[in-house]
C-alpha cells in the first residue's frame, strides 16, 4: 500500500495546472511507492486561488505561503511561482524538511541559485527542477541512444526555442499572465524560460558547455505594464543566439526567440554523430528523427520513429494507451513525478536535481554576459 | 454545484481504462454539470477487477453485471465489453432508466443494433457510443469547416485505416487480449474494428453512403485459440476495402488491414471538395492539413495547421495547456464526454447516439454483404 | 564512336517536348550505343509544328506523317500524338522496319493494343511504350528492393493518381491542348492517362492483376469543344476507383481523379510486405519512403531516402552531378531513352514493350468493363 | 534570328559540366537574345579534357587557358577552375573584352575580389558571379514575397548548409577531387564554399550584413594529399558558425559543417518577419513553405507550396513541362544563363554581378577574422 504524501503546491497559473495534473493522474499510470494527496494550493488572490483548489481537488488552500511550509503534516512543496520568488521559498522549504519540486529555472542567476542548492543539500530533502522536457518519450529515447554510444563522437548540437507571442506591441509586461516580460519577475527573457530547457537536455545528452559566445536583441523596447498600464523600457532579452563548445569537443548553436511567425512553441534539437545523427520537435512530439550511416547505402534515410511502441522499447508508453495512440504534453510532468517519487521512496536523487539546474543556470548567465561584452565567455566548472 | 453522478463500468480491458480515465478528468478541465463518481467496476475475472477498480479508484467492483443495471444508485452504465455482449447489457440498462455510454461498433449487426436503439428511444435515456475520434481537436475542427461551407462541393472522400499487428501466424485469437480476431466477440474484423471509425466520422462530415462495393480477405487463415490452444479457422476479415456513393453524389474509398507494416494505427481522412480540401492522420493527431484554392495562386499549398490554438480558434484547446502544446489520445474521451454530459444535462441528443450508430451498423452490414456478393449493395435507407 | 540514329518525332505537344530533350541530352550523361540526331518532326499545324522543330533543333519538319514513315533514313519512329493515331502510325512505322518508341497509353483498347503487339513483333522491330515513372530514380529503387525479396510476402498494393485542373466548368474538351477530355481522341479519361501508369508500375512491381471491380464517375456532364464552343456530352471518366487481386494473393487498390482539390499530379505507390512496406510520391519524386520491421524494435521508422547518391546505390543518379542534388521530371526520359538505346544495340527488348503495355491495356478495359456492369471482371490472361 | 555566342569554359570538373549543360539547353527552353556555341574547352589533363570536350560537344580543346583568353572568336569565358585560380583569369579575360561567368566564391579574399570588380568594371564587360541557387523557382518566389513587402519588419534570418562527406578520416586532400580541402586552392573550408551561397542568398533577400561574430572549427587536423600522399595539416574550416547583425536591424544565424551526419546537402534558410514567415530547404527544393499570420486563426499554417506552377505564378516555370512536375539541380544553371544572356544583350548588369559577390567575399573574410579572434568583426561598407 502506497504511502501517503501530502502536497503543498504555491502557484495556480499554468505551471501549478501543469503540477496538479500530474498528482492526481501518476497513480492511475504508474506504480509508484506515494500517493499525493492535494492538501493545500496557496496563490496571490484569495478568489483564484479558492477557484483553483476547487477545480483541481486540493483540500484546503491559502494566500499565504509561509502557511505551506509551516504545515507539519505536508510532505512535499511544489513551487510554480514566477522565477524571483523561488528562492525564498525554496530555501524555508528545506529548512523545514520537506521534499522540493521547483519549476524552471531555478533562479534569477547562478549565484542565487547556489545558495539554493546548499539549503537542499545541507537539509538532505528529495529535490527536483522541473525541466519536464527531459520526460517526453522521444527525447528519453534519444538521451538513451545517445548514451549507448551509437552515435560514436559527436561533432554538433543544435537546438532552436521559437514563439512568436510577443511579437505585437501590445502586448504588456508584468502582472500574473505575462510576468515572463517583466526582468524583475523573470531575471530574463527567452535565456532563462526557453534556452534554459535546451541547455539542460543539452548538457543531459552531450556533457558539460564550456564557453559560450552569444548576442541578444529586445525587438520592442517600451511595454505597457499589465497592472499599472504604465509604459516601461522592456528589460528582458526578447531572442538570444549563442554557439559554444562542449567539453566532449562538440560544437553548439543554440537560439531562441519570441518574434518567430509561425511558430508556437518549436522547440528542436539535432544532434550529429560520426555514425548517426537525431532530431526532435516538440510540435510533432510523437516522432523522433533517427539516421543511422551504419544503415545500408541504398537504405539510408532518416526514419520517423513513432514514439509509441510497447514492450519496453519507448520510453513511459507501456503505461499508457496501445501502439500507434499518443500522449502529450500532460504527461512529461506525470512521468517525471513517477521517476521522482520512485526516486525519492529509495533515497535517490532524481535528475534534475537543484545541483544539476545550478549547472544550467551558469551557462544562462555566461550567455547573458556573453552578449553584453560581445566575446567568449568561460562557463566556472566548479 | 455539480450534481453527482454515479457511473458503473462494465469491462476492464484497454476501453474500460480510456473511459474510467475520462471520467476521473472531465472536471478539472471542463465545467461540467455532472461531478462523476466513480461507483463500481465490473468484470469477469475477480482478481483483474479488483486491480481495475483500485487502480483507477472505484467505490467497488463486481464479476457480475446484473447488478450495476440492478444498483439504483447508478447513474451511468458504461459499456466496454466485447462488442458480443452489447446488446444484452445495453437494453438492460436501458430498461432500468440508465444514461448509457457504448463501446463501438454498437452491435454484431444492424438487426441487433436496432434492438437497441428501440430500448434506449423507448425508455428516453441519454445514449452515445464512443466514436472517440470525433473529438480529435483536429478532426472536429475539419467537420466545422465543412460545415461551413468552405470545401464547396464534394467530390471525394478517401479514409483509411492501416495496422500491423497480426502480421504474425503466432498471434492467436479470442480471449480477453485478442477478442477482437475472433468472430464470436466481435462480429467481423477490421470492418466493425477500423472502418466503423471512418464510416461513423465520414457520415457526420459528409452524409449518407447509399450504396457500397467491397472486397474482404483473411491472410491467415488459422490461428490458435489464445486460451484452448486449439487451431480454428479464422472468420474476421483481415482487410477491408470498398468504394461507395454519398447521398451528395461524391464517390467514398475506404480501406482497412491489419497486414501493412510501418503503420500502428494509421486512421487517415481525405475530403475533396471544389474550393478546398482537408486531410488529417491519427499518427499525427495534432495537424489538420487544408488546401485553400482560392488563396492567391502563387501561394497556395497545403497548410499544416497546428491544431493547439487557444481563443476559441482550436476545438476543445482552450481547456488545455497553451498553444502548441499538445494533448494526445486520452483528450478524446475527456472530451467526448463532457459533451455527453453537458447535453445529458440540458436532455438533448449527444452525437452519437445509439441511432446515428445504427447507421454505420448498416453500411458495415452492407460492406460485409457486398464482399460476398461481389457487387453493389445498397445500404437500406430506413 | 557511336553510330548515328535519326530520330522522326510524330507530334509537337508535352510529350513531342519531352522526347525531343531526351535525345538531345542522352549523350550527355551516358554512354549509349547511339548518336541520336533528330531529323525530323511532324504534326498538324505548320506554323507550329516549324517553330518546334527550330526551337530543339530538328533538321526538318512535315505535316504528314506518312513521309517520316517514307523516309528511309530515319531509324526511329517516336510516336506522341493522341492516343487515337497511335495504332495507325505505330503500325506503318513497324511495317518499315521502323523502331518505335509510342507514348502511353499504347492504344484506345487492348484489341487495338494487340494489332500492334502483332506488327512490332513481325517486324521484329525494337519497341518501346513510354511509361516513364518506371525510370525515376527512386521508383527504380524501389522496384530492385521488391525484387531482391526484401518485402517478403506482398499483402497489399495501393496508388493514387489525382489531379486539380479539371474542376472547372469552364475547362472545353478536344482541341490541341484538351484532347485528353475528349472521349473519341484519348479513348477513357483518367483511366487511360493517369491510371494505365499506376497499373504499369503496379504489374511491373508486383505482378500481374487477375481481376478488378470498378467505379467510375463524370461530375461534369458537359463541355465546351475548345475549337467549336459546341456544348456536347462529356464522354470520358473524371474519376476512376478500382480494388483488384494480383495473381501473388495481394490486394490493390486503386483510385485516379482530376478533382482533387491541393493535387496537381499526385501520383503515390505504396506496397506493404511481411517484412518491409515502400511508399513513394510523384510531388516528392527524389525521396523514397522505405519501412523495415527487422530493424531494432526502438528504431523502426519509415527511412525517409534521398534518392541521390552515386556509387552505384541509387539507380541513374551516378549519371548526374552530386550527391544530395535532384534531377527533375524531364529526366525520366533521358533515362529511358538511355535503357532503350542500350538494348536496342543488343537487340535485347526493353521493358515495357508493346506486349508489356498490352496488359495494362487489358487491365484499363477491365476497369472500364466493371465499372459498367458494377461487378467484378477478370483480366484474360492470353 | 539570335546571336551566336562562342563560349569558352575553363575547368571541367562539376561545375564545367553543369555550365556547359546549360549553355547546350538554355534555348531549348528560353527565347535568349544569344545562341551559345561550345567553342573550346580547357582543362589541365589533356586526356580528360579531350573526354570532357566530346561529351558536350566542344568544337575544339586546350590545355592551356591563356588561348582561351587570346582567341578573338570567344565572346564568353566562364570560369571553372579551383578558386585559387580565379582572378588571374578573370583580370585576363576583362582586359581582352570578354563577358565573364565565373563560379563562386568570386575569389581567395576580398582583397583579390576587389581587383577583379575594378578590371571588369574597367572593361565594361558583362560579368555574372555563379551563385546559382538564387535560381531555384522556390528561392526566387521568396525573394519576389519578401520584395512586395509580404512579410513585414524582419527580424530573423536563419541558415544552415550541412553536409557530411567528409567525415572519414581517409577523405584525402588536394587534387582534382578534394581540392575544397586545400586550403591553398579553396582559401577556406565550408566558408567559401558553402556559407558563400548562404551569405549570397541572405544578402538578396535582407540586405547587407553589417558584422558578424564566428566560431570554426577543424574536426580532422591531418590528412593525406590526394597526390603526393603525404599526411599533411588541414588548413580549412570543417565546420563554421556565426551569427550577425544585418542593416535591417535584423538578426542573423548561419552554420555550416560537413560533418551533419544524414545531411548530403542540406541548404535551408528561414525568415521570420512580423506578418509572415519563409522557410526553404534544397534536399526539398521543389516546395516553399510559407506562414502568414494574417490568415485567419483557424487556418492559419505553413503552407507547402509546390513551385511548379504555370501562368506566371512560380517563377521559371513556365518555360519547362507543366504544374506538378519538378525541375532539379542543372536548370538553376539554365535559369541562370537565361537571365544573363537577357540582361547582356540589353547591356544590363545581371546579379549577382563581380561587385555583389565581392560583398560576400567581404562577409567571408570578416567571418574567418572573427573565429580567430573571438570576437565582433564588422563588415567595411565600402
Chains 1, 2, 3, 4 share one sequence.
Not at 504511502?3 to 503540477?19: A, E, P, Q, S, W
Not at 563548445?245 to 522547440?267: Q, V
Not at 504534453?329 to 517525471?336: K, S
Request: with cysteine.
Amino acid at each position: 500500500m502506497a504511502k501517503k504524501l501530502n502536497v503543498g503546491i504555491i502557484g495556480y497559473g499554468f505551471m501549478g495546472r501543469t503540477h496538479s495534473n500530474a498528482y492526481n493522474r501518476v497513480t492511475d499510470f504508474f506504480d509508484v511507492p506515494f500517493d499525493p494527496v492535494l492538501k493545500v494550493a496557496c496563490g496571490l488572490v484569495e478568489d483564484e486561488v479558492k477557484a483553483f483548489a476547487a477545480n483541481w481537488g486540493f483540500e484546503s488552500w491559502t494566500t499565504d505561503w509561509h502557511k505551506v511550509i509551516d504545515d507539519k503534516s505536508i510532505d512535499i512543496v511544489d513551487i510554480c511561482v514566477p522565477n524571483n520568488v523561488h528562492a525564498e521559498i525554496a530555501i524555508a522549504a528545506a529548512k523545514a524538511g520537506k521534499m522540493i519540486i521547483c519549476e524552471k529555472p531555478l533562479a534569477m542567476n547562478a549565484k542565487q541559485a547556489r545558495t539554493m542548492v546548499e539549503a537542499v543539500e545541507k537539509a538532505g530533502v528529495a529535490n527536483l527542477v522541473s525541466f519536464n522536457y527531459r520526460r517526453v518519450p522521444a527525447v528519453t529515447l534519444a538521451k538513451r541512444l545517445i548514451d549507448e554510444g551509437r552515435l560514436g563522437r559527436i561533432f554538433h548540437y543544435r537546438a532552436n526555442f521559437l514563439q512568436d507571442w510577443t511579437i505585437s506591441a501590445d502586448v504588456p509586461q508584468g502582472g500574473m499572465a505575462t510576468w515572463r516580460l517583466d526582468v524583475k519577475a523573470a531575471g530574463s527573457g527567452v535565456t532563462g524560460d526557453l534556452l534554459a530547457h535546451c541547455i539542460d537536455t543539452a548538457m543531459w545528452q552531450n556533457g558539460r558547455i564550456t564557453a559560450v559566445n552569444a548576442m541578444t536583441e529586445t525587438f520592442i523596447k517600451e511595454r505597457k505594464h499589465a497592472e499599472t498600464g504604465k509604459v516601461e523600457k522592456v528589460g528582458i532579452d526578447d531572442a538570444c543566439t549563442f554557439f559554444c563548445r562542449f567539453e566532449n569537443g562538440s560544437l553548439g548553436n543554440f537560439e531562441s526567440t519570441r518574434y518567430a511567425r509561425g511558430h508556437k512553441a518549436l522547440y528542436t534539437f539535432e544532434i550529429n554523430g560520426e555514425h548517426a545523427s537525431i532530431f526532435w520537435d516538440l510540435h510533432d512530439t510523437q516522432w523522433l528523427m533517427y539516421f543511422d550511416h551504419r544503415d545500408e547505402g541504398r537504405m539510408r534515410g532518416w526514419r520517423k520513429i513513432h514514439v509509441t511502441d510497447h514492450g519496453g522499447d519507448h520510453p513511459y508508453m507501456d503505461h499508457y494507451w496501445v501502439p500507434g495512440l499518443t500522449v502529450g504534453y500532460a504527461e512529461t510532468f506525470v512521468n517525471q513525478l513517477a521517476d521522482f517519487l520512485t526516486a525519492a521512496a529509495k533515497g535517490e536523487p532524481c535528475s534534475p536535481t537543484f545541483r544539476e539546474a545550478l549547472e544550467t543556470q551558469k551557462v544562462c548567465d555566461a550567455v547573458l554576459e556573453s552578449a553584453k561584452s560581445g566575446t567568449w565567455v568561460e562557463v566556472p566548472e566548479e
